[in-house]
């Protein structure tokens, strides 16, 4: 069966340091016709479920833990019957949204998560958050980026565990290396490609925060 990428766009808040914005996230789903993983759980379970439909849920796989990706991560996973993937570095966010509830698993930099007879590779991108993390699949072309990366630069580094020049090292160091025709599919708004992101990464940096 053939491996492939399910989308949504889903809609609901974000909320940190004592601030709350609107904001629309896309919610991934990869896979083949008999098993999946979801890549965060932005506001609504159900749409996520329709994505998914009768597939086996290996893993709810977190880029970060912003309460916009993670809020309905236990809801969705007990639904599904998953493990809840996490970056140890963003428990301290994770917390903020669940101190009563722990994720399942640990991600770690390099590990491969096998799903649907593809890989999904886990390259820990921190700087929007401290455990933010890509997932690289290779055999589709694509990287799925979370808040690291978007079309218009890289994620905001405005508000707590954040940092500019960290986040830019991780674009630089574990992004753009990648082959220029690999897709970015990031957390919010529309898709670019790294060949793209490599023209514009210097005027990035020098813009600054």
Known sequence: MTLRIDHAVT??????????????????????????????????????????????????????AHDDHVRKAPELADAVGAPIHLHPDDRVLWDMTHPDREPDRELADGEVIEVGGGELRVLHTPGHAPGAVCFHAPGLGVVFTGDTLFAGGPGATGRSYSDFGVITGSIRDRLLPLPPETEVRPGHGESTTIGEVRGQFDEWVARGH
Not at 18 to 44: I, K, M, R, Y
Request: hydrophobic share 40%; net charge negative; aromatic share 6%.
């Open 11 to 64: 809609s609901g808040t974000f909320s940190l340091d004592g601030q709350t914005f609107d904001v629309d996230n896309n919610a991934w789903v990869v896979g083949d016709d008999s098993e999946c993983v979801v890549l965060d759980a932005p506001h609504d379970v159900a749409a996520i479920r329709e994505l998914v439909g009768d597939r086996t849920v290996r893993a709810v796989l977190c880029t970060h």
